[in-house]
């Protein structure tokens, strides 16, 4: 009963700093996912002759790009996101009322709800004075990522020797698995995003590119990132269409999507391995709660990392050659 005590101390204790120490350690844990990702790549350099640190450099370089290809490709989807900000509020507060006014007969809603919608627009949108005060902040992060990043490509080899020689084969395993799985995955999603804003520019839905890039990023967050596109399409075709039509673009990406998690993935993925789905749930769920958006992306891979590892010690210790490749059941 004490050792159960103390570890669950222990365990608040740990989930308390996690959470106290977000500024430091959310950038740094990211810094390192990205390193065990795009590591492959810095890998293959040093395969050809190159310098330790030049493949740390050209990993670093290839992270970097990659991020501003996403910011300079997402960046005008953005900037048309914020300008449909009001114009969305509008239709959102319009069907709220009429909604209400069908349901309960309270005229006088449309007035409170109308007043709610423009309070909570101005609320969303930040000042001159937050986006001040957040600038240095996230530069800082931004900075312990970036330095995270490289000297985890440049000293990972020796931070994997202070476990042992056979923990570090084992690092290995589980940095190949991860790697493998995500690099997969943002294929896979970024042609889920492309068949959504396709599919949907066929409905008609306005802004298909801003719905496109919405399912690309969602789709890394299992199960809830699915469940909130339906919900906003159900939503955004209630606005658009009447009858049977509101549910033709909830139900074009409920399609998409599970052609993506039925067939697509585990064609490129693979099969052999699968994590536990309330695993996957609560993973992802404890990381949103824990660090926002950035843990709920830090979620998965810390998850598919600690299981390969796991799994290869396992099969390490049975005598047989663990395997790199993992597979998240995806509820279709």
Request: charged letters at 10%; glycine letters at 8%.
């Amino acid at each position: 009963m004490q050792a159960i005590c103390v570890a669950c101390i222990a365990i608040i204790l740990v989930i308390g700093g996690l959470k106290w120490g977000q500024p430091i350690i959310a950038p740094v844990l990211l810094g390192v996912t990205l390193a065990v990702v795009i590591g492959p790549a810095a890998r293959a350099m040093e395969r050809l002759g190159c310098p330790r640190v030049v493949g740390a450099l050209f990993g670093l370089v290839v992270a970097v790009i990659a991020i501003a290809a996403v910011a300079l490709w997402a960046g005008p989807i953005l900037v048309d996101l914020l300008n449909a900000l009001p114009r969305l509020s509008d239709a959102v507060r319009d069907w709220i009322a009429d909604l209400t006014i069908a349901l309960r007969g309270l005229e006088d809603l449309e007035g409170q709800i109308a007043e709610s919608g423009e309070e909570a627009v101005e609320q969303a949108m930040p000042s001159v004075i937050d986006a001040l005060w957040l600038a240095p902040n996230m530069m800082a992060q931004a900075l312990i990522t970036i330095g995270t990043l490289f000297f985890f490509l440049l000293t990972r080899d020796e931070i994997y020797q202070w476990a042992g020689r056979g923990f570090a084969d084992r690092l290995a395993t589980a940095d190949r698995a991860v790697s493998h799985y995500f690099i997969t995955i943002g294929i896979v999603n970024a042609c889920l995003g492309v068949a959504v804003a396709v599919v949907l520019s066929l409905l008609g839905i306005p802004d298909p590119m801003i719905w496109g890039a919405a399912a690309f990023l969602l789709n890394f967050v299992l199960y809830l990132g699915p469940a909130i596109m339906v919900l906003s399409l159900l939503v955004a075709g209630s606005m658009q269409f009447s009858g049977l039509m509101i549910l033709a673009a909830p139900a074009a990406y409920m399609c998409l999507n599970m052609i993506e998690a039925q067939f697509v993935t585990p064609s490129f993925v693979g099969q052999r391995f699968a994590l536990n789905p309330l695993a996957v749930f609560l993973a992802i769920v404890f990381g949103l709660w824990l660090w926002g958006p950035v843990g709920g992306i830090l979620a998965l891979p810390v998850l598919v990392w600690a299981v390969v590892l796991s799994k290869a010690c396992m099969m390490s210790e049975e005598g047989s050659a663990p395997s790199a490749t993992v597979k998240p059941v995806k509820a279709a």
